[in-house]
């Protein structure tokens, strides 16, 4: 195999040892990589100032020999600046909204016909080129009681038996915390847990078994009339609304 005369991400991370002079670790970085030549001392000088750069990369990068140019530098570093702003206020980014603002930066730039895209491949080519990587957050987490459901159902079934369909009705509520930060986040590092807002609207669904009747969706808040409302009452704009101290399904709810 002939011998290379450029070097590889990965080997010039390994040639980044500021503590040997600039000459002997060209030297050392022809024997040890097995180069046609001698890097000039201005490769070796290059490649020290962007140590970081190069820690900072992944496997796939690294073993990259040329890395394109990155077309808006501008743009890309206070993107990255923001990202590294929220991580160390805990603040859960996802991946949608650090694209969302880098479209607010384009504009603000004034980039024009320039604007990239703003795909997920992109997305991916600028969290490897700042080290971003999607990150778990630490969260509570539950479990329905499976055997409890496996025990009881033939009891269920045979009740229903002398119901028809349209008459046998099932209701289900979710729970919609709209002020709760993602539980992923894009970042360098893994991000320090933090108190959930677990401020919330309670959405009740029913429909009868046949889907000949579908029950308009009940919504309970905390407020009784929250500020949206302009003082009018649910009924007055229009949908069903319920509310109480914790925006929970209730026994009179219910029954109501």
């Known amino acids: 195999m002939k011998p290379s005369s450029s070097l590889s991400n990965d080997q010039k991370l390994k040639a980044t040892n500021p503590s040997i002079k600039q000459l002997a670790l060209a030297n050392w970085a022809m024997q ?6 001698v890097p000039t001392q201005g490769t070796i000088s290059n490649i020290l100032a962007k140590r970081q750069q190069y820690e900072s990369m992944d496997s796939t990068e690294l073993t990259s020999k040329r890395q394109r140019a990155v077309k808006h530098p501008e743009l890309d570093n206070v993107l990255a600046n923001w990202v590294l702003q929220w991580q160390a206020r805990r603040v859960a980014l996802s991946g949608d909204l650090i694209k969302e603002k880098a479209r607010q930066f384009s504009r603000q730039l004034e980039l ?5 895209e703003f795909s997920n491949g992109w ?6 080129r700042h080290g971003f990587k999607a990150q778990k957050s630490c969260g509570e987490s539950g479990s329905a009681d499976l055997d409890a459901i496996d025990r009881n159902m033939p009891t269920i079934k045979e009740k229903l038996q002398s119901y028809s369909l349209q008459d046998i009705y099932n209701m289900d509520e979710t729970g919609l915390f709209y002020r709760m930060a993602p539980d992923r986040t894009i970042a360098r590092r893994q991000i320090e847990g933090s108190k959930k807002d677990k401020t919330r609207l309670t959405f009740v669904f029913a429909a009868n078994a046949d889907g000949s009747h579908k029950m308009e969706p009940l919504i309970i808040g905390h407020a009784q009339r929250p500020r949206a409302f302009n003082r009018k009452s ?9 509310n109480n101290a914790k925006a929970w399904m209730t026994g009179l709810i219910f029954r109501e």
């Open 234 to 242: 649910g009924e007055q704009l229009g949908f069903y609304y319920r």
């Open 32 to 37: 040890e990589f097995k180069l046609s030549k």
């Open 112 to 116: 024009g016909e320039r604007t990239p």
């Open 123 to 128: 997305l991916a080519k600028f969290n490897i």
